[in-house]
């Protein structure tokens, strides 16, 4: 570590003239950057043909609501993983998160995307610590700045949820509206720069369990690295651990490339993915995204192609994003389904254990007590495993469920064969039908001509041996 923080001040002392600079800190003579590739690769200027997508959005949401949230509320879902779905979420755009140290151009990157450059809806930034504040940026009819505690009230957004860090910290998050383009399709949020010399409690807020929330809704998370800040402190190794499962949607960026020559490019090109090895643990090495992202022409003398490759590649990404919107949305509900199907399994076992155990003579908090604390002694999950098609990669952890039990007594529970009505049906087989049958149909109807609205069991007859009705011939 400590010859990484030497690679990381040689670096800064070989930066060359004037490059350490924000956009703001450039000469207004300073040429502007060609932004055709932006415009052609997110397809900005192109008229998008009417979709399905609110029809889609609507139907997805009757899903979630008469199939899925019924055993979830049940069975206390989001006491267990703190996640709860709200129709803002349901209907929202896709998000793209922004995380790194700061000053690592991160807002300079979002300006440049947007075009915000020199215009009244530009971020602030600038070579100190300048960003303070969670902010989102979203579509709107004109420029408006919303105040998190409006953001938070405002069940129709979907940050309604982030009321329960705080006070302190809905004084430090902000909305601001802005009518672009490329907001109609995307939401983006800018995040404080990380400081490893601060401690976490001096934010006044719980910033890691911030950051979670946000990166459990991302579709796309953007780690910004600069040449002179590659060493990884405790705040960004905690970073790394809270989005661990996630690697599919992280995008690293080495950004301010053109600062450096190749030979030293090269170098700390190295020393970022040997800083980043022991915190990415996959097997395929990350992708790095090596460019300058802000507003102005190359520094001559550099690798100007190979950057403009790879910031297309990576707008690319992005687009794919926003192109399978839909899809993501449908998957991610339907995973949330699979896991909220499972803790009402692994909750039902362990009653039906508890009242095989009880007798007339027993103490039922000591019974219990035994359960929660070995549950591999009663085959708790190995009976889910064994009776149900549930991947043991999907099980939630054991010891998360001594927490849960200790807040919700196990007597406040029923037995999923206790949860039928003769007019609505069971529970457990409304989630079966929504992840086996609804949730897939609705996804195989994209694009292919049907009618969202149309897939309900009185027209599809879900309670017979399903058809692959959505097969191309």
Not at 251 to 276: E, H, P
Request: negative net charge; hydrophobic residues 40%.
């Amino acid at each position: 570590m400590r010859a990484l923080v030497l690679l990381c001040c040689f670096v800064a002392s070989l930066l060359l003239p004037g490059q350490a600079e924000e956009a703001e800190d450039v000469s207004e003579e300073a040429p502007l950057r060609d932004r055709s590739h932006i415009e052609k690769t997110l397809m900005l200027n192109e008229e998008k043909p009417i979709d399905d997508y609110p029809v889609v959005l609507q139907r997805l949401r009757k899903i979630y609501h008469s199939s899925i949230k019924p055993l979830e509320q049940s069975y206390k879902y989001n006491e267990l993983r703190q996640h709860e779905i709200t129709d803002g979420e349901i209907t929202s755009k896709p998000m793209v998160l922004f995380l790194g140290p700061w000053s690592v151009g991160k807002s300079t990157m979002i300006n440049y995307l947007l075009g915000l450059e020199n215009t009244r809806y530009q971020l602030y930034t600038g070579a100190e610590p300048t960003t303070s504040e969670f902010t989102v940026l979203m579509h709107g009819p004109k420029l408006k700045t919303i105040e998190g505690i409006v953001m938070a009230a405002d069940s129709a957004r979907s940050f309604s949820p982030l009321e329960k860090f705080g006070q302190n910290f809905l004084e430090k998050l902000i909305g601001i509206e802005v009518p672009h383009k490329l907001l109609e399709r995307v939401t983006f949020v800018d995040t404080p720069g990380i400081i490893e010399n601060r401690k976490q409690q001096e934010r006044g807020y719980p910033f890691n369990d911030v950051c979670q929330w946000f990166i459990d809704r991302a579709d796309l998370i953007f780690v910004v690295f600069d040449p002179t800040k590659l060493d990884v402190g405790l705040e960004l190794e905690m970073l790394f651990r809270q989005l661990k499962g996630r690697e599919s949607q992280i995008r690293i960026i080495l950004n301010k490339a053109d600062n450096l020559a190749t030979q030293m490019l090269m170098r700390v090109y190295g020393a970022l993915f040997w800083s980043l090895a022991p915190l990415i643990n996959v097997t395929e090495p990350p992708r790095v995204y090596v460019s300058s992202f802000w507003p102005y022409e190359y520094k001559p003398d550099t690798h100007q192609d190979l950057f403009l490759k790879e910031e297309i590649s990576l707008l690319e990404d992005l687009n794919q994003v926003i192109e399978n919107r839909l899809e993501n949305k449908i998957a991610f509900i339907r995973q949330h389904a699979i896991r909220v199907r499972i803790h009402a399994l692994l909750v039902d076992r362990y009653l039906q254990t508890y009242k095989e155990k009880m007798t007339f003579f027993s103490d039922g908090e000591l019974v219990f007590k035994d359960i929660v604390e070995d549950p591999d002694k009663f085959y708790i999950f190995k009976t889910i495993l064994a009776k149900t098609n549930v991947s043991k990669f999907d099980l939630p952890n054991r010891e998360a469920y001594k927490d849960f039990f200790g807040i919700n007594p196990i007597s406040s529970f029923k037995l999923l064969s206790q949860q039928c009505s003769y007019m609505g049906g069971c529970f457990l087989e409304k989630i079966e039908r929504a992840i086996t049958q609804e949730l897939p149909g609705l996804l195989g109807s994209l694009g292919l001509g049907k009618n969202p609205g149309a897939l309900n069991c009185d027209k599809t007859g879900c309670g017979e041996t399903p058809k692959n009705r959505y097969r191309k011939p």
